[in-house]
């Protein structure tokens, strides 16, 4: 076996807390794609980042494949246990492919993984052929040629323009990278492929996707969470290919929720409002928010943790699914100004015009020929205001 050998840097907490381990996403160093969201997680997790060889200075050795990167991370953090004075299974976050590490370590050393999250990954990512040409490519000329294409693919719209100096770190970082290194991980990701032995997996996972990500799109996360015995799968909105370096408030949260032991009400809050967010759009949720009062705080933070944060979270329906339900629900009941919200919801959650066309026709039959005209009036003005 070649196992290259790995460092990394100790990011946020102290050897006192639990241990969390996470994973840089190619071209990008550890500290600059998950700094952010480690300051946010120091309280809770003693933070610890690995570097992917020819990433921040580290070296750089033979040709590897993914199962032996994952067995070079494993002796890392075996040492970093060592110096905690701790042998005990560690939590695990990683993107891209700090995410196909993770789906690694929990196939070929589960006993070692308590959980993890998932961020912008696949069992399978990209294609053998396009890896091997993105290897040529900076073999040839280096990172500095796969700059243009990565600001493209990493971030969201927006996204430069509002934090151009987050942006501009993650880019300096992939111009400084080893051009040898760079490309044996473009080498490993060409031959990694464990789509089918995601049942293997017993360990509880998150698979978090981003829901503008053409790299690993979210059908990427959907299999993985599909295909394991306590898999599940959130979509973040405003976020493509980095999300803890585009959404650190969220993934910090997320991995709260997932990670923790035993999450407070504070923490199913904090995942629930990420969710609420995704589905009823920032507009929406600043604005009831900062409508509350003393008489309605309360019922903002219940229905936040409870609807938002313990129900929408559950992994046994995907958000188009819950919509459909709660649409139905809504005409059912006459609530016509939650509807005319859920209608903007659902089209947000991935449900066409036609399928909501669907839905209504189908309450016509079980709740009523009324209640259908008007949950038709409510979409068609929705559509006609945001479509």
Not at 171 to 187: K, P
Not at 216 to 232: V, Y
Not at 332 to 354: D, F, I, P, Q, S
């Amino acid at each position: 076996m070649s196992i290259p050998q790995i460092t990394g840097v100790e990011l946020a907490g102290d050897a006192g807390l639990p241990l969390l381990v996470v994973g840089p996403s190619l071209g990008t160093t550890v500290t600059t794609l998950w700094g952010h969201v480690a300051e946010r997680l120091g309280h809770e997790f003693h933070v610890v980042g690995w570097n992917l060889p020819g990433h921040d200075n580290a070296p750089v050795g033979e040709p590897f494949t993914m199962s032996e990167l994952a067995h070079g991370v494993l002796a890392y953090i075996d040492r970093a246990r060592a110096a905690r004075g701790d042998d005990r299974p560690f939590a695990y976050a990683g993107d891209s492919v700090g995410g196909a590490v993770g789906l690694q370590l929990l196939l070929d050393a589960p006993a070692a993984v308590t959980g993890a999250v998932l961020l912008c990954t696949g069992a399978r990512i990209g294609t053998p052929q396009a890896w091997a040409e993105r290897a040529a490519t900076v073999r040839a000329s280096g990172t500095g040629a796969v700059v243009g294409g990565s600001a493209q693919r990493w971030f969201a719209p927006g996204f430069l323009d509002r934090s151009p100096e987050v942006a501009s770190a993650l880019l300096h970082a992939l111009e400084l990278a080893d051009r040898e290194g760079y490309s044996q991980v473009c080498d490993a990701l060409a031959a990694f492929d464990v789509r089918d032995r995601l049942g293997e997996v017993t360990a509880p996972v998150l698979a978090v996707a981003g829901a503008h990500d053409a790299v690993t799109p979210t059908t990427a996360l959907s299999e993985i969470a599909t295909g394991m015995t306590h898999g599940r799968l959130v979509v973040l909105g405003d976020v493509a290919h980095l999300a803890p370096a585009e959404a650190p408030d969220g993934v910090a949260a997320l991995l709260r929720g997932q990670l923790v032991a035993s999450p407070t009400l504070q923490d199913v809050y904090e995942a629930g409002m990420v969710v609420r967010r995704e589905v009823l759009g920032e507009t929406h949720v600043d604005r009831a928010t900062a409508a509350a009062t003393s008489l309605t705080q309360e019922f903002q933070t219940l229905i936040t943790q409870y609807a938002w944060g313990t129900i929408w979270t559950r992994p046994g329906l995907a958000r188009r699914d819950r919509s459909i339900a709660v649409l139905t629900a809504l005409i059912a009941r006459g609530h016509h100004e939650e509807l005319e919200m859920h209608v903007r919801a659902a089209v947000r959650n991935g449900l066409t015009v036609a399928e909501i066309k669907e839905v209504i026709l189908q309450t016509a039959i079980y709740c009523g020929v009324p209640d259908a005209n008007t949950a038709f009036r409510i979409a068609q003005q929705v559509f006609d205001e945001d479509l």
